[in-house]
């Protein structure tokens, strides 16, 4: 299925050292997916799999453990967009925060087109180890 307008999805992973929470949400800002699953990438490809031709980009926070995941999902061509942390503030009048309303807010900036992308060095660069 060719991505459209209509069909597009944004995905946002909050990336934790055993774990990652994923969501989803169309172009409307409709939630159409959240998932938790254990921090490889079979695992988050296998849940991912049925929207990967849905998906426009992926984004995750530069964390401590970004590596491993941004490099991976990378090698099978998937758009996957670093986030800078300090430039990614949700609503202040926001009440609760946990990993389901992050890898929210993550997917709803992609959407938006407020994504605060930070770049991403190659490992040929060598600034980097891989």
Not at 1 to 18: C, V, W
Not at 46 to 65: K, Y
Not at 108 to 122: D, K, T, V
Request: glycine share 6%; proline share 2%.
């Amino acid at each position: 299925m060719q991505t459209t307008k209509a069909n597009a999805l944004y995905a946002g992973a909050d990336l934790h050292g055993n774990n990652v929470f994923l969501s989803l949400c169309d172009q409307e800002g409709n939630t159409v997916f959240r998932k938790r699953v254990k921090a490889n990438l079979a695992a988050v490809n296998a849940a991912l799999d049925p929207f990967w031709d849905r998906i426009v980009a992926l984004g995750v926070e530069s964390t401590f453990n970004w590596y491993w995941f941004v490099d991976g999902l990378r090698e099978k061509d998937r758009n996957v967009k670093l986030g800078n942390p300090a430039k990614m503030e949700q609503y202040k009048g926001i009440k609760i925060t946990n990993d389901l309303t992050d890898a929210d807010w993550l997917s709803e900036q992609l959407r938006l087109g407020i994504f605060p992308e930070s770049y991403i060095y190659s490992c040929a660069v060598g600034h980097r180890c891989c």
